[in-house]
């Protein structure tokens, strides 16, 4: 599968962004996701995760209450909502994609993956 992330760019703090992620060359609705993000001179981390049908979510959490995750699968495409967003978002952002081994289950190890998009650059100024 390949995945295409778009929608990051420069926003000020509070600001909102929509980040989506589109999958072709396999079925997306027996894929569940996730986005993942790295800042500069910091590791990859975890942000949000989707099963296959939109059942579970999942958070790290310093993103609730703030972020969302959703998925259109008509559309092969995950969004995340990003709402009163602070410089410490800044990062590029990644969609990850993986075979689900059920209709729940969500996963939030990078390991977990094993088909991964770009990255789209989010810059939160202050």
């Known amino acids: 599968v390949q995945l295409q992330a778009s929608g990051g760019g420069l926003v000020q703090a509070g600001g909102s962004l929509r980040l989506a992620c589109v999958a072709s060359?396999?079925?997306?609705?027996?894929?569940?996701m996730g986005w993942f993000r790295q800042a500069p001179g910091k590791e990859r981390e975890f942000v949000a995760a989707?099963?296959?049908?939109?059942?579970?979510?999942y958070y790290a959490d310093f993103v609730k209450g703030r972020f969302t995750i959703s998925r259109d699968n008509a559309k092969n495409t995950v969004y995340l909502q990003m709402n009163s967003l602070t410089p410490e978002d800044t990062a590029v952002y990644y969609c990850a994609a993986r075979v689900a081994n059920d209709g729940y289950s969500v996963y939030s190890r990078g390991y977990s993956y094993d088909q991964w998009g770009q990255g789209t650059l989010v810059t939160v100024s202050s």
């Open positions: 989707i099963s296959w049908n939109s059942i579970s979510t």
């Open positions: 060359g396999r079925t997306f609705s027996n894929l569940a």
